[in-house]
C-alpha cells in the first residue's frame, strides 16, 4: 500500500531526510536513490508518496518514492528524454532570454511590441505553471497541457522555463518536454518573419498611436 507524507529534515548534501506520514504513524527515512531516475532534487515540505519497508535492523524507510502528481516512468520514457533535458539551467535561460529581447527594443532591432508581449505572456505563463504544481500537489483538477503550451507558443516560453526550475514542475514529462521545446522554435521563427515582414512594426504603431 501506498502512502503520502511530506520531506523533513532532508540533507541535501548527505541525499537523505525524513518522511512524516499524512495518517499519522512513524516517520519513515529516505535516501535520494529511493526516488525515481531523473526527479528533481527533494526539498523540505515536498508532497510525495511512497511504500513503506523495515530493514533488517527494524526501521521504516520509504521506497518507490514519487512526487505528487509524477506518474510511474518506464525504462522506455526515461531513455527517450535525453539527461541533457533534464539538466538544462532553465532560469538562466528564461531570464537571459527575457533580458535579450528587453535590450534588442532600446538598439532598434525589434519593435516595443516583442518585448512587451514576451514579457507579459511570461508572467502569465509563470503564474499558470506555479498555479498548476499547486493543483497537483492538492491534487486538484489541473490546467490542460494544451493551455500551457498556448501560452509559451505565444511567447511566455521564458516565464515557463524559470517556473519549471522553480516550482520542479513538468521537467520530467519527455512528451510535454518534447512539445514544449517545438512551442519555443516556433514562436521564436514567427517573431523574427513577422520583424521581417513588418507586422510587429505596425501592431507597435497601432500600441503607441503612432
Avoid at 531516475?37 to 526539498?43: L, M
Avoid at 525589434?110 to 511570461?122: E, I, N, T, Y
Amino acid at each position: 500500500m501506498r502512502l503520502a507524507g511530506r520531506i523533513c529534515d532532508w540533507n541535501d548534501d548527505k541525499g537523505f531526510g525524513f518522511v512524516v506520514p499524512h495518517d499519522g504513524g512513524a516517520r519513515a527515512f529516505v535516501h535520494v536513490k529511493a526516488f525515481q531516475p531523473g526527479s528533481p532534487r527533494p526539498t523540505d515540505g515536498d508532497l510525495i508518496s511512497y511504500r513503506a519497508v523495515k530493514d533488517a535492523k527494524g526501521r521504516t524507510n520509504a521506497v518507490e518514492v514519487r512526487f505528487a502528481g509524477q506518474r510511474i516512468e518506464s525504462p522506455t520514457t526515461r531513455a527517450a528524454q535525453p539527461s541533457l533535458l533534464r539538466h538544462i539551467p532553465r532560469t538562466a535561460l528564461g531570464v537571459t532570454a527575457l533580458l535579450a529581447v528587453v535590450a534588442l527594443a532600446p538598439l532598434g532591432f525589434v519593435p516595443l511590441a516583442v518585448p512587451l508581449a514576451q514579457v507579459f505572456f511570461s508572467v502569465v505563463s509563470y503564474i499558470a505553471y506555479k498555479w498548476d504544481k499547486g493543483l497537483a500537489t492538492s491534487q486538484q483538477s489541473r490546467i490542460s497541457e494544451r493551455r500551457l503550451h498556448l501560452l509559451d507558443l505565444l511567447g511566455g516560453w521564458p516565464g515557463a522555463l524559470i517556473a519549471q526550475q522553480r516550482f520542479r514542475h513538468k521537467t520530467v514529462k519527455a512528451r510535454f518536454q518534447a512539445v514544449f521545446w517545438i512551442t519555443v522554435l516556433l514562436n521564436i521563427a514567427a517573431v523574427a518573419i513577422a520583424v521581417r515582414l513588418g507586422w510587429v512594426q505596425v501592431a507597435t504603431g497601432m500600441l503607441l498611436g503612432t
